[in-house]
């Protein structure tokens, strides 16, 4: 990920090459073309929009809905870490989409529902969040709308992914520009305009051209600057502890009836990492006795 200014320091922008991120997701979650699709754009611009964060902040991006998709979370935080879930895999579609070719193609995955943004600050109690309802399915237009809605900060983002015949990820990149303060309505709008006519990020990282070149091709007319480059990858915090204390939460009497009658292992996945974690009876009989009131 790279950030960057254009229009004399008064456009500040960021460009992701999410190919790797995606790849790994799709392989963690097990995913087909469609899902891959939806959550590669999910992740895609919930790190994009991590990259103002500082420290050990954190951002989630959620969508619940009516529609097949019925949902989806993403996280980043500000070193980088990106993970995220579908509420439903497989995604089943009443008929199948003839085509991904446009992003109105999966209109009819999402129905009506609301797309929520919440900020995790460090040391803070409570996230603070907003919501809007869903226009279009569109998560880049989605996302943009709730800027410009909830925060008054005129957004653009541009979203692409790219499958090979497989139906695997091959290229996955992001783009995306918000105004600094004092920016030209102007100038915006005709960034804001050039974002819906750019050439696909991800066929370029598919091919193996790298996020610097295509920036300076693209944008090199508004006095591109940029700034800082950093890693971004799939990442997740789960581990065993932490399923144990899942676990843990469980009615006595789901706890006794897994540790009487198994199957063993019990196994237990992450929602965001699908990572598979594993108990025998012992555990189970450990984790009753804890539950058990004390006499």
Sequence with gaps: MQTF????????????DGTLLVQEMQTRHELGTLEALILGQALQVTALIASSLKGHDEIGLRIDCSGP?????????????????????????????ESFDSIKDLNPCWGQGFLTISRYLEGGRQPFSGNVALQSGDIAFEVA???????????????????????????????LLQTMPGASDEIFTTLEQKTKTLPSLAKALARGQKISPWLHEQFAPFHLDILEEHPVHFHCRCDAQRMRLLLQHLPLADLEEMHSNGPFPVQVNCHFCNEEYRFDQQALAELCQEKRPRT
């Design 5 to 16: 200014l254009l229009a004399d320091k008064s456009i500040r922008g960021v460009i992701l």
């Design 69 to 97: 998709v019925k949902g989806l979370v993403a996280e980043a935080t500000a070193t980088g870490e990106v993970r995220g879930y579908l509420k439903e895999v497989p995604i089943s579609l009443a008929h199948p989409l």
């Design 145 to 175: 709308h709730y800027y410009r809605i909830s925060e008054q900060l005129p957004t653009a983002i541009h979203l692409t992914l790219f499958f090979d015949l497989q139906g695997k990820v091959a290229g996955a990149g992001g783009l």
